[in-house]
């Protein structure tokens, strides 16, 4: 306690002054100290002390009257334990307790028992992978030494393998919950639905792998390392890029075989009138009808090299293209009642220039080569010749004569041109303009971008899981991660790595004294201002922590 004066000025520009007995207390909602007054004494004019003299003769009489009424105060001594990153775990944190994260796990949690306390843990796992990805193991020590999470500073890797399982046993529940919430707090448009795979492989070589894995498996690599085991993942996202669910499957399962899954799993979760955009990869006939079940549609891509008959047809058919920003387009329609199709044909003029280009430079390459391999009529083809026609590349716009030359395919040539800048989209739904079907379809990039930021800003790889449980788990944790990254990229329009970056910056300093420890943290700067604006969060407490001693 202690004495303060407090000064008021009435309208007349006089001041008056108050004296008052005051005491500071740690107010932990607000994160800060507050001043509570307890006994005004009056106006400093007007202040009867000899009354405060009386008290403080009352309060020394009370103590020990031998010893002096003044002594100097001992000096708190303060020691610099060190400092922690904080900015990123506190956005985090805020945004996992917006989205009620915490508290659909602690419901998931009802009457179970843990050593830990396992949501606490999950938080844990999920800012890792979106702050500084590493192992089970390595997190130990990132939690304990790095960053600021005081509930995780005594963690171990049992614990965190204990928690892998919890979030694997509730997997259907918790991405059910969370996209329930999700929806409803940011109001998210579900009238589109994108859908996609990728894979991502394991670093071991498949002689090292135990005969009974059924899960890690050679497969169609899109990472272009067939020579490894892999698993597929899939994803469902919204128009705006925020992944609502994904799938984890064996390395060798074909995109064809997934959709059936894909939709059964997604039915129930009230998403209403859901257009499905899939790639060319999922357009079979079969997955196309089981995407209409339950009133839904799709918007999907064919390949326009495809031996469909109607494909052919369409692509063949004349008509006006029209403008659309940077496009042109031309509706097709094929066949009548029962067997009609739907088709939208565009094309971009830059890209089919590009590519018109990058065939003729091909082409003059490939004309360079046929003169230097010297051909003779029926001859025995040399190696250098061999090489030629089996060339990815040049070896496409050749055809052999009957006396065993090669020559230029003037008719692949001409064929290869009907596609330049082309796509072909096929819609299930005629209430959609041709332009609104485009522009779905070109929205696609949205997974693209998820399973970019999955493999290179949350690495989901190296895996260094073998069980098939504990990889499966792995994924959901990047998912979660990936969840509050595409949160935070929207609300701020900026890409995760700079809001990292700049997020890092923000520090907690640990520093003990006499009395006790305290947690301080740094300035908050412009740029992590307008971060912290930009996603509706406040800024961090001042002392986000302060334990006095005993």
Same mark, same amino acid.
């Given at each position: 306690?202690?004495?303060?004066?407090?000064?008021?000025t009435n309208k007349d520009g006089s001041k008056v002054t108050y004296v008052q007995l005051a005491h500071n207390y740690w107010d932990k909602q607000a994160g800060c100290s507050k001043t509570k007054i307890?006994?005004?004494?009056?106006?400093?004019?007007?202040?009867?002390?000899?009354?405060?003299?009386?008290?403080?003769?009352?309060?020394?009489?009370?103590?020990?009257?031998?010893?002096?009424?003044?002594?100097?105060?001992?000096?708190?001594?303060?020691? @610099?334990?060190?400092?922690?990153?904080?900015?990123?775990?506190?956005? +985090?944190?805020?945004?996992?307790?917006?989205?009620?994260?915490?508290? $659909?796990?602690?419901?998931?949690?009802?009457?179970?028992?843990?050593?830990?306390?396992?949501?606490?843990l999950l938080f844990t796992m999920v800012a890792n992978r979106a702050l500084d990805p590493s192992s089970k193991l390595a997190i130990e020590e990132w939690a304990k030494e790095d960053v600021y999470i005081?509930?995780?500073?005594?963690?171990?890797?049992?614990?965190?393998?204990?928690?892998?399982?919890?979030?694997?046993? #509730?997997?259907?529940?918790?991405?059910?919950?969370?996209?329930?919430?999700?929806?409803?707090?940011?109001?998210?448009?579900?009238?589109?639905?994108? @859908?996609?795979?990728?894979?991502?492989?394991?670093?071991?070589?498949?002689?090292?792998?135990?005969?009974?894995?059924?899960?890690?498996? /050679?497969?169609?690599?899109?990472?272009?390392?067939?020579?490894?085991?892999?698993?597929?993942?899939?994803?469902?996202?919204?128009?705006?890029?925020?992944?609502?669910?994904?799938?984890?499957?064996?390395?060798?399962?074909?995109?064809?075989?997934?959709?059936?899954?894909?939709?059964?799993?997604?039915?129930?979760?009230?998403?209403?009138?859901? $257009?499905?955009?899939?790639?060319?990869? @999922?357009?079979?006939?079969?997955?196309?009808?089981? /995407?209409?079940?339950?009133?839904?549609?799709?918007?999907?891509? !064919?390949?326009?090299?495809?031996?469909?008959? !109607?494909?052919?047809?369409?692509?063949?058919?004349?008509?006006?293209?029209?403008?659309?920003?940077?496009?042109?387009?031309?509706?097709?329609?094929?066949?009548?009642?029962?067997?009609?199709?739907?088709?939208?044909?565009?094309?971009?003029?830059?890209?089919?220039?590009?590519?018109?280009?990058?065939?003729?430079?091909? $082409?003059?390459?490939?004309?360079?080569?046929?003169?230097?391999?010297?051909?003779?009529?029926?001859?025995?083809?040399?190696?250098?010749?061999?090489?030629?026609?089996?060339?990815?590349?040049?070896?496409?716009?050749?055809?052999?004569?009957?006396?065993?030359?090669?020559?230029?395919?003037?008719?692949?040539?001409?064929?290869?041109?009907?596609?330049?800048?082309?796509?072909?989209?096929?819609?299930?739904?005629?209430? /959609?303009?041709?332009?609104?079907?485009?522009?779905?379809?070109?929205?696609?990039?949205?997974?693209?971008?998820?399973?970019?930021?999955?493999? #290179?800003? +949350?690495?989901?790889?190296?895996?260094?899981?073998?069980?098939?449980?504990?990889?499966?788990?792995?994924?959901?944790?990047?998912?979660?991660?990936?969840?509050?990254?595409?949160?935070?990229?929207?609300?701020?329009?900026?890409?995760?790595?700079?809001?990292?970056?700049?997020?890092?910056?923000?520090?907690?300093?640990?520093?003990?004294?006499?009395?006790?420890?305290?947690?301080?943290?740094?300035? $908050?700067?412009?740029?992590?201002?307008?971060? /912290?604006?930009?996603?509706?969060?406040?800024?961090?407490?001042?002392?986000?922590?302060?334990?006095?001693?005993?």
């Amino acid at each position: 306690m202690y004495i303060r004066t407090s000064s008021r000025t009435n309208k007349d520009g006089s001041k008056v002054t108050y004296v008052q007995l005051a005491h500071n207390y740690w107010d932990k909602q607000a994160g800060c100290s507050k001043t509570k007054i307890i006994h005004s004494f009056g106006r400093e004019d007007e202040l009867d002390r000899e009354a405060l003299e009386r008290l403080v003769v009352s309060i020394r009489r009370y103590l020990n009257p031998d010893q002096p009424l003044f002594k100097e105060k001992e000096t708190d001594d303060c020691s @610099f334990l060190g400092v922690k990153d904080y900015g990123g775990t506190y956005v +985090l944190e805020q945004l996992w307790q917006r989205l009620g994260l915490d508290t $659909i796990i602690k419901r998931l949690l009802k009457d179970r028992s843990y050593e830990k306390d396992v949501e606490r843990l999950l938080f844990t796992m999920v800012a890792n992978r979106a702050l500084d990805p590493s192992s089970k193991l390595a997190i130990e020590e990132w939690a304990k030494e790095d960053v600021y999470i005081p509930e995780a500073e005594d963690i171990s890797v049992h614990n965190l393998y204990r928690t892998m399982d919890f979030l694997l046993e #509730h997997k259907e529940e918790l991405e059910k919950e969370v996209y329930i919430s999700i929806a409803h707090l940011l109001n998210l448009e579900v009238d589109l639905l994108f @859908f996609d795979t990728t894979s991502t492989y394991f670093e071991v070589q498949p002689p090292e792998a135990p005969e009974e894995d059924e899960f890690r498996m /050679l497969g169609y690599s899109k990472d272009k390392r067939p020579d490894l085991l892999q698993m597929v993942i899939g994803l469902a996202v919204t128009r705006d890029g925020i992944p609502i669910k994904s799938w984890v499957w064996p390395g060798n399962t074909p995109d064809m075989s997934v959709i059936k899954e894909v939709k059964d799993d997604l039915t129930g979760w009230k998403l209403g009138r859901i $257009i499905s955009v899939v790639d060319a990869g @999922f357009s079979s006939e079969d997955n196309l009808r089981y /995407l209409q079940r339950a009133g839904g549609h799709y918007i999907a891509a !064919e390949k326009l090299r495809s031996d469909k008959s !109607e494909v052919k047809e369409a692509l063949s058919k004349r008509g006006r293209f029209k403008e659309f920003g940077n496009l042109k387009l031309k509706e097709i329609t094929v066949n009548e009642g029962e067997a009609r199709k739907r088709y939208v044909l565009a094309q971009n003029p830059k890209e089919a220039e590009r590519q018109k280009i990058q065939r003729e430079e091909i $082409i003059k390459e490939t004309q360079k080569r046929l003169k230097e391999i010297k051909q003779l009529p029926n001859k025995e083809h040399t190696k250098a010749i061999c090489e030629l026609r089996s060339h990815a590349v040049y070896g496409k716009y050749l055809r052999q004569l009957k006396d065993g030359r090669l020559k230029l395919d003037k008719t692949k040539i001409r064929e290869e041109a009907k596609y330049d800048g082309k796509f072909l989209i096929r819609t299930s739904d005629d209430s /959609l303009s041709a332009e609104d079907v485009v522009h779905g379809y070109k929205q696609l990039v949205q997974i693209e971008s998820s399973f970019r930021s999955i493999k #290179h800003t +949350l690495k989901i790889r190296p895996v260094y899981h073998r069980l098939e449980d504990r990889i499966r788990s792995h994924v959901l944790l990047v998912w979660l991660a990936l969840l509050l990254v595409r949160i935070s990229e929207n609300n701020t329009e900026m890409s995760w790595n700079k809001i990292r970056r700049e997020l890092s910056r923000i520090k907690v300093g640990d520093f003990i004294f006499n009395s006790g420890r305290v947690f301080q943290t740094s300035q $908050i700067t412009k740029k992590q201002s307008e971060i /912290l604006s930009g996603l509706k969060i406040e800024h961090p407490p001042r002392y986000p922590k302060i334990e006095s001693k005993p």
